[in-house]
């Protein structure tokens, strides 16, 4: 079964422009989060998706944004970008929304290394 | 809010030698709680996981316990390997994976 993929696994961008990385989850995985992993802040919860609703959210400006896909793939989106959105945008899915107290494992992809100039 | 603090790093050990990350956690209720590893060149993967207070999970020799009283994780392994070099994370899911800043680990021979 293959994994998470994302891409592109490499992007460069300049300031003020905008930018989107797209992540195909396992087959049969539903839910989609994602995360931004800088050595400042480490790793970051942006947002979950499932069934194509957001269902949670981290504590980001609301220039990061995501939407996913009836066929599960998601995208995110980064507007107006700014120097401090270097960093490596990882993607994760699992088989559905962690219920509370409970548990589903999330499987990383090999992540998306954004460059802001 | 949630939050996790864990040792910082970078820990350099010898082969064989016993290893602790320690792993302290903010949050309401009763989060589930993971040990997540970073090998070199890799994504990121589970490594342990507990779903509940006095669980304990344990993967590949490595071993965390759930104290709900010191709201702690900590991470041990007995005898480390050079294999164990790595990245390794602790986590919480609360609506959403809440993670440590990580801790570089490096095993010599």
Known sequence: KAGVTQTPRYLIKTRGQQVTLSCSPISGHRSVSWYQQTPGQGLQFLFEYFSETQRNKGNFPGRFSGRQFSNSRSEMNVSTLELGDSALYLCASSLAVVPLGGYNEQFFGPGTRLTVL | ?109
Not at chain 2, 88 to 94: R, T, V
Request: with cysteine; net charge negative.
């Open chain 2, 1 to 109: 809010g949630n939050s996790v603090t864990q040792m910082e790093g970078p820990v350099t050990l010898s082969e064989e030698a016993f290893l602790t990350i320690n792993c302290t956690y903010t949050a309401t209720g009763y989060p589930s709680l993971f040990w997540y590893v970073q090998y070199p060149g890799e994504g990121l993967q589970l490594l342990l996981k507990a779903t509940k207070a006095d669980d304990k999970g344990s993967n590949k020799g490595f071993e965390a316990t759930y104290r709900k009283e010191t709201t702690s994780f900590h991470l041990e392994k007995g005898s480390v390997q050079v294999s164990d070099s790595a990245v390794y994370f602790c986590a919480l899911h609360q609506s959403g994976l809440f993670f440590g800043t990580g801790t570089r680990l490096t095993v010599i021979p």
